[in-house]
């Protein structure tokens, strides 16, 4: 539905799983009739809440990275091969074209060129997509409910699923955490 469900009494362990929930790669979680996944799809950096519950000082953490600074992948090059099932798809569309007996041109040239583009991976077009809506919600959640201190760590190398780079990222988050602090007298 979209609606935001806030745990603050119960389960911690059914809470915090509900939390991680993220689609396609953990089960959702029921919990009072109600499919749980995670709430930072509609609410990345939940300020607003926070000062629903009464915070008096707010100090939101965004790690959502800048829309142009998301993970290059080193620059290396991500390009695609057509694999096996790729081309039974390929063939299959191009079937069932003819059987139509149509002239989509656009749809032919298209299927013809595949192996030629330089196409981002499944896992780098996941990436972005989640990204950039996370990212205008965490923009948007910054800038109507302005928290008394925003910790925003440069991690533009780590992906979604880069765990593996956790010390790392907690590192450059410490220290960003305590540039914010000192900057701010705390």
């Known amino acids: 539905t979209g609606q935001e469900i806030v745990f603050n009494k119960g389960?911690?362990?059914?809470?915090?799983?509900?939390?991680?929930?993220?689609?396609?790669?953990?089960?959702?979680?029921?919990?009072?009739?109600?499919?749980?996944?995670?709430?930072?799809?509609?609410?990345?950096?939940?300020?607003?809440?926070a000062s629903k519950m009464g915070a008096e000082f707010i100090i939101a953490v965004n790690v959502m990275p800048s829309l142009n600074k998301t993970n290059t992948n080193n620059g290396k090059n991500n390009n695609v091969r057509m694999t096996a099932f790729t081309q039974e798809i390929k063939s299959a569309m191009q079937k069932k074209l003819e059987a139509l007996n149509l002239d989509y041109k656009w749809i032919k040239k298209l299927l013809a060129n595949k192996g030629k583009y330089?196409?981002?991976?499944?896992?780098k077009v996941l990436n972005q997509s989640v990204y950039i809506t996370q990212r205008k919600l965490a923009r948007l959640s910054i800038e109507l409910y302005r928290p008394d201190i925003l910790i925003e760590p440069d991690i533009p190398f780590a992906g979604f699923f880069d765990f593996y780079k956790a010390k790392e990222i907690i590192d450059i988050g410490y220290k960003t955490a305590q540039d914010a602090f000192y900057d701010n007298n705390l």
Do not use: C, T, W, Y
């Not at 959702?28 to 300020?47: A, K, W, Y």
């Not at 330089?118 to 896992?123: A, E, Q, R, S, V």
């Open 118 to 123: 330089n196409i981002p991976g499944f896992k």
């Open 11 to 49: 389960n911690l362990v059914e809470a915090m799983r509900a939390s991680i929930s993220v689609p396609v790669i953990f089960q959702p979680v029921i919990h009072n009739n109600q499919i749980l996944v995670d709430g930072g799809l509609v609410n990345p950096l939940p300020i607003n809440i």
